[in-house]
């Protein structure tokens, strides 16, 4: 086994100064200046609509660029607490320099979105993880595409497509998304500009709350040029995921299809009836809680704890932790989980009965 010099550098420069990591006092002469964490500077700030901040990022020397499609991990200190949650980048793939654009959408209970909308500035130094997730473009690409997006949906799959265009790729590109209204588009005035700049691209807008024709129906997917050779990459809130899918499968059809979900879809329930009850000991915080069936990462936030945590929905495996005893069950699928000593993951597992946790 081979260890690079610098990492050995590194090793031995870190054991000298331990208790903490090198980086705990090089941030202390500059935030950006860091030797293993990755960590970005807001270099851009604006706000496309009411409800979204979109930030220019400019990441250290360990970032390793993106794909399009991909989402990366970000990390915000507000009142003294981390928080990380998943934004996917809206800027074509990038290699180690390039810098990122994110569009954050403010929901009404999103605490870090809120928080980046109403307080990022210019100089602001954010924590980062590099880019990960498989909903992307094929190496090989197909002889069309169809993108659908919903809402913040959009940043992945307009990654994509500015990549194409960066591409010269020629072949037909048809680009439907749904928004409340037409203010609430946040890249309107560019997609106007690609779809007339470049005539293989067939940009639909579908507005849900003003005179427009609402939701997704079948009929939206009408007159597609290439439709029958295209892939299809969809990517947007539950309701827009599951029309597309129903009518997919209802249907027949047979392009390749490729989803990515924005939100966490309501989780199955098993047993309703069942009471809820045993302890949830955390056992290196030395806490223990009544167990009130709710995730782990709940409760153990309701404990006054702070777990590592990225998407809540199960596919950033950021809140993993070993569960020592007990049982749980995944609330996305219901099954439920005995055995000790394995990597769980807090925001989707919860306790059936008495369990044990290293957090």
């Given at each position: 086994m081979s260890i690079r010099f610098p990492e050995l550098v590194g090793s031995i420069v870190e054991a000298a100064l331990s208790p903490h990591p090198v980086d705990r006092y090089l941030e202390l002469v500059d935030p950006m200046l860091t030797w293993r964490d990755l960590r970005a500077k807001v270099v851009a700030v604006e706000h496309p609509t009411p409800r979204t901040v979109r930030l220019g990022l400019r990441p250290t020397r360990q970032w390793?660029?993106?794909?399009?499609?991909?989402?990366?991990?970000?990390?915000?200190?507000?009142?003294?607490?981390?928080?990380?949650?998943?934004?996917?980048?809206?800027?074509?793939?990038?290699?180690?320099?390039?810098?990122?654009?994110?569009?954050?959408?403010?929901?009404?209970?999103?605490?870090?979105s809120t928080y980046l909308r109403d307080?990022?500035?210019?100089?602001?130094?954010?924590?980062?993880?590099?880019?990960?997730?498989?909903?992307?473009?094929?190496?090989?690409?197909?002889?069309?595409?169809?993108?659908?997006?919903?809402?913040?949906?959009?940043?992945?799959?307009?990654?994509?497509?500015?990549?194409?265009?960066?591409?010269?790729?020629?072949?037909?590109?048809?680009?439907?998304?749904?928004?409340?209204?037409?203010?609430?588009?946040?890249?309107?005035?560019?997609?106007?500009?690609?779809?007339?700049?470049?005539?293989?691209?067939?940009?639909?807008?579908?507005?849900?709350r003003d005179a427009g024709?609402?939701?997704?129906?079948?009929?939206?997917?009408?007159?597609?040029?290439?439709?029958?050779?295209?892939?299809?990459?969809?990517?947007?809130?539950?309701?827009?995921?599951?029309?597309?899918?129903?009518?997919?499968?209802?249907t027949g059809m047979t392009q390749q299809f490729h989803k990515e979900a924005f939100t966490l879809a309501a989780p199955i329930v098993v047993d309703p009836d069942a009471p809820v009850d045993g302890e949830l000991s955390f056992l290196r915080s030395a806490r223990s809680t009544t167990n009130d069936g709710r995730t782990i990462l709940d409760q153990a936030e309701s404990a006054g704890l702070s777990p590592e945590s990225g998407c809540r929905m199960g596919i950033c495996f950021s809140c993993t932790a070993?569960?020592?005893?007990?049982?749980?069950?995944?609330?996305?699928?219901?099954?439920?989980?005995?055995?000790?000593?394995?990597?769980?993951?807090?925001?989707?597992?919860?306790?059936?009965?008495d369990v044990e946790i290293e957090v």
């Open positions: 390793q660029g993106h794909e399009a499609g991909q989402y990366v991990q970000l990390s915000v200190v507000i009142d003294g607490v981390r928080h990380m949650r998943c934004f996917s980048p809206a800027n074509a793939a990038t290699d180690a320099e390039g810098d990122l654009e994110l569009t954050i959408t403010a929901h009404d209970d999103g605490f870090v307080h990022a500035r210019v100089g602001m130094v954010v924590g980062l993880q590099q880019a990960q997730g498989e909903f992307v473009l094929p190496s090989q690409r197909p002889a069309a595409m169809v993108f659908v997006s919903g809402g913040s949906g959009i940043t992945p799959v307009l990654s994509m497509l500015r990549t194409l265009v960066a591409e010269r790729y020629a072949q037909p590109i048809t680009f439907l998304h749904y928004a409340r209204t037409s203010e609430d588009v946040a890249y309107r005035a560019e997609l106007a500009a690609l779809a007339a700049a470049h005539p293989n691209i067939d940009l639909r807008l579908h507005h849900t024709d609402g939701h997704f129906t079948g009929a939206h997917l009408d007159d597609i040029a290439g439709f029958d050779d295209a892939q299809m990459f969809v990517c947007g809130p539950p309701a827009l995921m599951n029309a597309v899918e129903e009518h997919y499968d209802t070993i569960k020592r005893s007990g049982c749980t069950r995944n609330v996305l699928t219901g099954e439920t989980d005995t055995e000790a000593d394995t990597q769980i993951q807090l925001c989707i597992n919860a306790p059936v009965g």
